[in-house]
């Protein structure tokens, strides 16, 4: 059954990382003009080796009174992650987000696309910020056209390609010269996207559209407070999780061709960039999602050499010297093997403290959630309640709760 779902998701993304890597400005700023005009045909990805795929797109309003709910999306993006992880049979997880404002404002929509790479998505989800608006309906339907429509998605029978609108104020239905959302939605539907619709605050205004854009998207319609209801602790974990985390990445070496290992040296810049400006909770999130089967492509990337060597997927003595990492050029085979065998145990000790940390951090959360009276109403269960009911319809199944 080929379902796709559209994901226009987690919460607060942001696009930033110019300075960093240069080459990696996956950001759009779309014209509202744009959005009548036909689109090049959609990228489709396809999932060679049948591992299920999920594609969530957040879709979110990024006007001055939305910046309660944005810092929740850059804490708590890396649980998202981690609660769709944790799907049997595992899946691979990409994420994309689509920043909406309003015409006369800095920008219409702002795009992260679809990418495994989520250090790279939540560095530029860190450049996302509040502002603009204040004229009470948003630019909605060019935020779900571009979605739907500018997106990579996967082509694949078993994948979960889901839309998550959220916002506090209706769409502007009065521009004439854009697609509305029930024909926006018609054509998700057609591609198998689903299409949720989360509201922040209680604005009147809003609850109709909303409920009607998730009925016709196949999806759900839930309120939450303005800020999100995120289910927020920090632990006494959080600091010694986030540290073996940068720990771990530094040990990432990179071999294959020149562009291959620039393509990952934005990676490294990306996570580089999350681990100067991200709090120390949001990084142990990471540490937990990387230690993750999911997590495994955040982790390590393409064409880590540490890994493959381990692992047997290659040898030291098929690679060029000029495809080597830079460390281990000039030393003699020998040497190179030491250094491959000191890391891998390295790794090892590092990965396994993380995983006790881990565990530790999850008694230490669900003990405060009971303290606290349950976490039933919070936006964490909701996701959680969503996601693994639509997923489940691609054959996914999930048992063990929301993340946090």
């Not at 998605?153 to 390609?161: G, K, L, M």
């Not at 205004?205 to 209801?229: D, H, K, M, R, Y």
């Not at 000029?322 to 000191?342: G, S």
Request: charged share 25%; with cysteine; proline share 4%.
């Amino acid at each position: 059954m080929n379902i796709k779902i559209l994901g226009v998701a987690l919460f607060a993304l942001t696009t930033g990382a110019v300075a960093y890597y240069p080459t990696l400005t996956a950001t759009h700023i779309v014209d509202p003009v744009d959005l009548v005009d036909p689109v090049d045909p959609i990228d489709v990805v396809v999932n060679a080796n049948g591992q299920p795929v999920i594609d969530v797109v957040f879709v979110l309003d990024t006007t001055g009174s939305m910046s309660g709910l944005i810092q929740t999306a850059k804490e708590k993006i890396w649980s998202i992650a981690s609660t769709m992880a944790s799907a049997q049979p595992t899946p691979k997880i990409r994420i994309g987000l689509v920043g909406y404002r309003d015409r006369g404002d800095a920008y219409v929509t702002k795009v992260v696309e679809l990418s495994e790479d989520l250090d790279s998505v939540y560095a530029q989800l860190m450049d996302f910020q509040a502002d603009g608006g204040g004229d009470t309906a948003e630019s909605v339907n060019a935020a779900l056209y571009t979605a739907v429509n500018q997106m990579a998605w996967t082509e694949q029978d078993q994948a979960y390609q889901v839309i998550f609108l959220v916002g506090d104020a209706p769409p502007h239905m009065d521009y004439q010269d854009e697609v509305q959302y029930p024909e926006i939605i018609s054509t998700a539907r057609e591609r198998g996207i689903v299409v949720n619709a989360v509201q922040c605050g209680d604005m009147p205004g809003t609850i109709a559209p909303w409920t009607q854009i998730a009925q016709l998207g196949s999806g759900n319609f839930f309120q939450v407070e303005q800020a999100g209801s995120a289910v927020a602790y920090s632990t006494p974990f959080d600091t010694e999780l986030a540290t073996l985390s940068a720990r771990l990445d530094a040990t990432r070496l990179y071999y294959g061709t020149e562009e291959e290992r620039a393509e990952m040296d934005e990676k490294v810049a990306a996570t580089e960039k999350l681990d100067a400006l991200a709090s120390e909770t949001a990084k142990a999130r990471r540490g937990v999602f990387n230690m993750s089967d999911a997590g495994r492509y955040n982790r390590l990337g393409k064409n880590e050499l540490i890994d493959a060597v381990a692992s047997g997927d290659v040898s030291l003595e098929e690679i060029e010297p000029e495809r080597l990492p830079a460390v281990l050029a000039p030393m003699a085979p020998e040497e190179q093997k030491e250094y491959i065998e000191e890391v891998v145990t390295e790794r090892a000790q590092i990965e396994n403290r993380m995983r006790e940390l881990a565990a530790s951090r999850d008694e230490f959360i669900s003990g405060r959630i009971a303290e606290d009276g349950g976490a039933d109403d919070s936006l964490d269960q909701q996701l959680y309640e969503t996601i693994s009911r639509q997923a489940g319809e691609a054959g996914m199944e999930y048992s063990d709760g929301p993340a946090y």
